[in-house]
């Protein structure tokens, strides 16, 4: 199969050769009205018009000699896309995007030329090349708004906005879908409604992603009465998706179920399998938050058997997981884990790694109420390796995207120069030949080209203030967590690389996790659950000392490393840390909300521990299994390891990294324990 560089190629030499036949076609410039109002008539929701007959019958009356360029470009794209998107052949759809490309380079206008440029752009979208899509960004941004063409206007600023929220730039992602929907108000057409209700369907998803609920909520909301009164009812599944989703970010409600049964009932009558099978999975879901379990069995029991007729067997695992967790609800514990861990097998090979993770959340949460905490421990440690894979994989992602897209826009810069300059060098030839007959008109020509250069020059000084500014804020926001303001795993990594200790002196390490933390998200929303973590943020800064390092490890585990302290002064320090958290409730709104935290422990350098010093990362592994040994044996509490007690080394040393039950049963370890102070009725 040929890639896309390959066809890049081909297509060029082969437009040599037609060239060299004498066989290039001269097209008419601007476009044709009545060919336009065809395109417009037919394409409907979609990138490409789903009636092909009806297109195909357009693609044959297209006439090289008699069609104006523009909207020939224009049809032929949207066959580029019929190919890639509805057909599957990405290799013809890029292949006629480059011939596109050859014809507008040599004969086309900033119009033509800019829908090859967009619809090359979309189709890398549309693969998931975000990194060849990120670099055409700087040339888009240039290049629409230099175009004249209301609906191109409107497709390249949506497309940039869509790529930027791809890449999750959301704040500028949201400034270019403004524009977009700007466009599309300059006037009402059919056609224009459906991009309204398209773009608004869009703003409200970023919204939620940025979790300003109440904005997408508003705007999802007066999308479904606008597209009700227009009657346009093609999003209107979506639409109470989305809707139906910022309802429950407050916790599962009556308005969320309801939201989500008339994505249902419109999915059904415009026959969108899609919706049909979310709608139901998210109504099952609320129900079951709701403990209202055998109208959750209904609706999921309703949704399996529409997989298997629409076939979407994959879609039906997550609702086979949903009624495992039913199960283990009702009390059948064991068939319910085995439909659960049966389902999540199955999604492995097909979802995605931050889905899997949310999986073995719940999984791990139904095997707490199973009873089976040693399950829900290795669950929970699975979890986390999980989470830590993907964050270093999300993390190389962006750097490396940002650092393509800043050499792009050097290079770009780098030829807007270039192209400066030669225009430059062409105006001065052209003063040359004057300079006889008008020496006054070459004076001034010079003072305007220097003129040009020196404001050539501050605009690059500014820009490169811009992008030293931009780097340092980087900077910071590289080591600081937004949320709560404390240190980040890459500060604690730059900290121990640099980190050294006198001999005699002792650190100690603190691996925290508040207890419930995913009950209060639930219940309470999201929005609780970040104003937990903001308040136990400033109560562990509060009782660490400015040597300390306070870190939010991830998700709702903190980390603290003390320098310099003493083996006597953890269990009072223990204390201190569980009374700071548990000691007063968080105030939630209108409700105070009890909140406790399990942690472990462990000191550097290890006492009794053979050979090489602990490194940190291994102290941090066997803080971690401290930490799950708490949570099995009633939470509230601190567990802590500060020196090896025995002489046999290798089982110990085992012990330490894999069962650190079997090593504090056994008096192989030294252990602190303080227990929180347990509140009575």
Not at 8 to 21: D, E, F, G, N, V
Not at 76 to 83: L, P
Not at 640 to 655: D, F, K, L, N, P
Request: glycine share 6%; proline share 2%; with cysteine.
């Amino acid at each position: 199969m040929l890639s896309w560089t390959t066809l890049r190629s081909w297509s060029y030499i082969t437009c040599l050769y037609l060239c060299s036949l004498g066989l290039a076609q001269a097209f008419e410039s601007g476009t044709d009205s009545e060919l336009e109002a065809q395109l417009d008539a037919i394409i409907e929701v979609g990138f490409y018009p789903p009636d092909r007959d009806a297109f195909n019958a357009i693609l044959d009356s297209l006439d090289p000699a008699q069609t104006p360029l523009d909207s020939y470009v224009r049809a032929k794209a949207y066959q580029a896309f019929q190919a890639g998107l509805r057909d599957g052949d990405m290799d013809q759809a890029f292949a006629i995007l480059t011939e596109l490309e050859t014809i507008t380079d040599e004969q086309g206008s900033e119009d033509a030329r800019f829908e090859v440029l967009a619809s090359e752009s979309h189709l890398l979208l549309e693969v998931n090349d975000m990194s060849a899509a990120m670099t055409r960004i700087p040339q888009l941004q240039t290049e629409v708004e230099r175009v004249t063409n209301p609906r191109l206007r409107f497709f390249g600023f949506h497309l940039i906005a869509r790529i930027l929220k791809q890449n999750s730039q959301y704040d500028e992602a949201l400034q270019y879908f403004v524009k977009s929907h700007d466009e599309v108000g300059r006037e009402d057409t059919p056609l224009n409604r459906r991009r309204r209700i398209f773009i608004n369907l869009n703003m409200a998803r970023l919204h939620a992603e940025l979790r300003n609920d109440e904005t997408a909520l508003e705007i999802a909301s007066d999308a479904i009465a606008y597209a009700k009164d227009v009657e346009i009812y093609t999003r209107l599944p979506d639409l109470y998706l989305v809707q139906g989703f910022v309802q429950g970010q407050e916790g599962p409600s009556q308005q969320a179920l309801e939201s989500y049964t008339q994505a249902t009932e419109w999915a059904e009558r415009l026959d969108d399998g899609r919706a049909r099978l979310i709608g139901r999975n998210n109504a099952g879901s609320i129900l079951i938050m709701l403990e209202r379990y055998d109208e959750a069995k209904a609706v999921l029991n309703e949704g399996v058997a529409l997989s298997k007729t629409l076939n979407r067997e994959s879609d039906a695992e997550v609702m086979r997981f949903n009624l495992g967790y039913i199960e283990v609800a009702e009390g059948r514990a064991e068939q319910g884990l085995a439909t659960m861990e049966a389902a999540l097998e199955n999604f492995r090979s097909s979802g995605r790694r931050a889905e899997v993770a949310d999986w073995l959340s719940y999984l791990a949460e139904a095997y707490e109420m199973a009873g089976a905490y040693q399950r829900q421990a290795q669950t929970l440690i699975e979890q986390r390796q999980l989470r830590e894979e993907i964050f270093r994989s999300e993390r190389d992602r962006v750097i490396s995207e940002l650092h393509l897209r800043f050499e792009t826009e050097q290079q770009n810069r780098r030829i807007e120069m270039l192209r400066q300059r030669s225009e430059l060098q062409q105006g001065e030839l052209e003063n040359q030949r004057l300079h006889q007959r008008i020496v006054v008109l070459g004076v001034i020509v010079v003072v305007l080209a220097a003129l040009t250069l020196w404001l050539a020059y501050r605009s690059t000084q500014r820009a490169n203030a811009k992008l030293n500014q931009a780097n340092r804020e980087l900077q910071v926001k590289s080591t600081r967590d937004p949320l709560t303001g404390l240190f980040n795993r890459r500060s604690l990594q730059e900290f121990m690389a640099q980190h050294s200790r006198l001999p005699g002196e002792k650190d100690a390490l603190f691996l925290i996790d508040i207890d419930f933390f995913k009950q209060i998200n639930d219940r309470q929303g999201h929005a609780a659950g970040d104003l937990v973590l903001s308040e136990l943020a400033s109560r562990l800064r509060s009782v660490c000392r400015d040597s300390d390092l306070v870190v939010r490890w991830g998700g709702e585990e903190f980390l603290i490393f003390l320098r310099n302290t003493s083996v006597e002064a953890l269990p009072e320090f223990s204390r201190r840390l569980l009374q700071a958290v548990a000691g007063k409730p968080v105030q939630l709104q209108d409700q105070e909300t009890e909140v406790t935290a399990t942690a472990g422990l462990i000191t550097l350098p290890l006492a009794g521990h053979q050979g090489t010093e602990l490194e940190w990362e291994h102290a941090l592994q066997i803080a971690d299994l401290l930490l799950y040994y708490g949570k099995s044996h009633g939470r509230n509490q601190v567990n802590g390891v500060i020196g090896i007690t025995t002489q046999q080394h290798a089982e110990v040393e085992a012990a330490l990294y894999s069962d650190i039950s079997k090593a504090i049963d056994n008096d192989w370890v030294e252990l602190i324990q303080v227990v929180g102070a347990q509140r009575t009725g």
